[in-house]
């Protein structure tokens, strides 16, 4: 059933890709039969495709850097013999390199048309998935350690740098590659362009990125839709992440956070129908046991940190030493409803570089899409995308854009293909101009064991068919605490990030905190879900595996969100103890006794 839903998304993700418009280029003049990676290449519809792929008997996979066979494909331009810039594309969690295969030139993201616009393609499927070695007919020699390794940047994002390395050695591909991926292929994208001109070892040693026969390559530029820049926090907040200013790695892991209960379950169940190494056979892989250490539950102790630290080291951007410069130029394609992967994600990749004063170009789009509630407008596809792909070929070409942008369009609940008109800023922080404060003094109890739970369940978009302009209802729920601002007087864009803090006084163990922002319509009854967000809270005077009573103060940010509030409309706060299977529900009891909350909503 979890392969089923997750075939859906996969689905979804791949219906993505014909919406991408490119601008036209010239392909080379001269008429040449080349064979990337020995692959024969035959006339296909206005380009020249050299498939590989498996078959028992015809085995045209490729063997990467330590023998893994990929299945991969390569489109080139209809005539000349290259070298040809070159873009590698990368597919979602368990898709593979079919997702971007098209049979037409039809001006859009696509192996025809970026080939028949003079771009060499690279698409293959990563190690683990597919034919490259993630069915059991595809195991041949060589595949023993071709299992999945969860996007580690030495080696599922080293077999892209060797797979367009053998392409300049073959001189097909100029040294400055591209690349463009969703979601799993986003995130992976995302470690490219932090790489930049290195490639790590499985040592975790860095070496200058060269073509296996000694070309010095980079990456010239990445379009990364959907990524992760922390896969640790990505699963597992915390509450310390801020979108609007740089927090160091370590606060994204300690103290352990809160596991996101349904996308775990959805995504470790994808890869089980893969191939996984068997547990404990590799610690560097292992999965399974990660998986297991988190599900076990509250205490946390230095296993479960161990197994968060290595997701943050080799499976994340923000791992990766930032190279001299920074990064290489990157557009960020994040959704303000993404529940798996939101735009606190790009925001991350952003404020490390503005912290560390990178030089790298930067063009963020943010917009309702991506994984969990989007709506997914074609029309805002189509404008976000469009504009990505432009960022990276003109990166490609030694053109990229200077500074660093945002581009953000709104979440909405109108009918139409596209949501709104764009805001653009140098910054998020930079597209607001206003703010909303709600707070109380008030007397409130948050319990573990507080709220609907029929209530909670609705709102699981990793499994649920849940959507961001659901309307709920207002009924009053125990053990929560609600804050309720007055009706507004005129139409209000919240834009950003809003920041909650409360205090007051702990009694349990074990706690987390949600809030949830809502959009409470003038009747007072119903209401729809503006952002969401969880903090671990921490007393420090309490024991941490044990019950206490300690006063708390904490704070958090909700996921960040462009949507406009009709006149007359209300913003409410609500904080809660759990919200599973969104969060996993702690094993701990407690109850919160606030004597002070406030969320401040920054506005335009």
């Not at 991926?181 to 040592?203: C, D, F, M, V």
């Not at 063009?363 to 994984?371: E, M, N, Q, S, V």
Request: charged share 15%; proline share 8%; aromatic share 8%.
């Amino acid at each position: 059933m979890v392969i089923r839903r997750f075939g859906v998304l996969a689905i979804a993700l791949a219906m993505l890709i014909p919406l991408l418009t490119l601008p036209a280029s010239d392909a080379g003049a001269e008429t040449s039969t080349p064979a990337p990676f020995g692959l024969s290449c035959h006339p296909a519809h206005g380009f020249r495709l050299c498939p590989g792929g498996f078959a028992p008997g015809a085995d045209l996979r490729v063997k990467s850097f330590d023998g893994v066979p990929l299945d991969t494909s390569v489109a080139l331009p209809p005539t000349g013999a290259g070298p040809f810039p070159t873009i590698v594309l990368l597919h979602g969690l368990g898709g593979s390199k079919s997702d971007w295969m098209a049979s037409s030139p039809d001006g859009k993201l696509d192996d025809a048309t970026l080939a028949a616009k003079g771009y060499a393609v690279v698409m293959y499927t990563a190690r683990g998935f597919g034919d490259s070695c993630g069915v059991p007919a595809s195991r041949t020699a060589g595949c023993a350690s071709g299992y999945i390794r969860l996007a580690d940047q030495r080696y599922e994002v080293r077999d892209t740098q060797f797979l367009t390395g053998t392409l300049v050695d073959e001189h097909l591909a100029l040294p400055g590659i591209g690349a463009a991926g969703i979601s799993y292929g986003g995130g992976q994208s995302l470690e490219l362009a932090t790489l930049k001109n290195r490639i790590e070892l499985p040592s975790g040693r860095f070496i200058p990125f060269t073509s296996p026969m000694g070309t010095p390559m980079h990456v010239a530029g990445v379009f990364a839709m959907w990524p992760w820049e922390d896969l640790a926090t990505s699963l597992t907040p915390n509450g310390r992440l801020s979108s609007t200013s740089y927090t160091r790695p370590s606060s994204d892991i300690i103290p352990p956070g809160v596991e996101k209960e349904a996308w775990i379950d959805l995504l470790y169940g994808v890869n089980q129908s893969f191939y996984l190494p068997p547990v404990g056979a590799d610690p560097q892989a292992d999965q399974t046991t990660w998986t297991k250490i988190i599900r076990n539950g509250e205490p946390y102790g230095a296993d479960a940190i161990g197994a968060l630290r290595y997701l943050q080291r080799y499976h994340s951007a923000l791992g990766i030493p930032l190279p001299a410069g920074g990064p290489a130029p990157t557009a960020l394609q994040s959704g303000w409803t993404d529940t798996l992967f939101p735009v606190s994600e790009g925001q991350h990749f952003i404020l490390r570089n503005a912290a560390a004063h990178a030089s790298t170009p930067e063009l963020a789009l943010y917009a309702d899409i991506g994984h969990g509630w989007a709506t997914g407008r074609s029309g805002d596809l189509s404008f976000t995308v469009s504009r990505g792909i432009s960022f990276l070929l003109a990166a490609i070409n030694g053109h990229p854009q200077v500074g660093r942008s945002v581009v953000a369009l709104p979440v909405s609940c109108a009918p139409g293909t596209s949501s709104g008109h764009a805001l653009t800023a140098p910054t998020m922080a930079k597209l607001s101009t206003h703010s909303i404060v709600l707070s109380t003094k008030q007397a409130g109890t948050v319990s573990s064991s507080g709220g609907d739970p029929g209530f909670a369940a609705s709102l699981n978009s990793a499994y649920s068919s849940a959507k961001v302009c659901d309307s709920h209802p207002t009924t009053a729920e125990s053990g929560v605490v609600d804050v309720m601002g007055s009706a507004l007087k005129a139409a209000t864009t919240v834009v950003g990030a809003a920041s909650i803090s409360v205090s007051g006084t702990l009694h349990g163990s074990y706690p987390e905190l949600v809030g949830l922002l809502y959009d409470v319509n003038s009747a007072g009854s119903s209401r729809q879900v503006v952002s969401l967000g969880i903090v671990r809270p921490v007393a420090r005077s309490c024991p941490s595996v044990s019950a206490c009573t300690a006063a708390l103060t904490t704070s958090f940010q909700l996921n960040p969100v462009e949507r406009s509030i009709a006149a007359g409309h209300h913003l409410e706060l609500e904080l809660r103890g759990s919200l599973p299977p969104t969060w996993r529900p702690s094993d701990g009891s407690f109850t919160m006794s606030f004597t002070n909350a406030k969320v401040t909503i920054p506005t335009r």
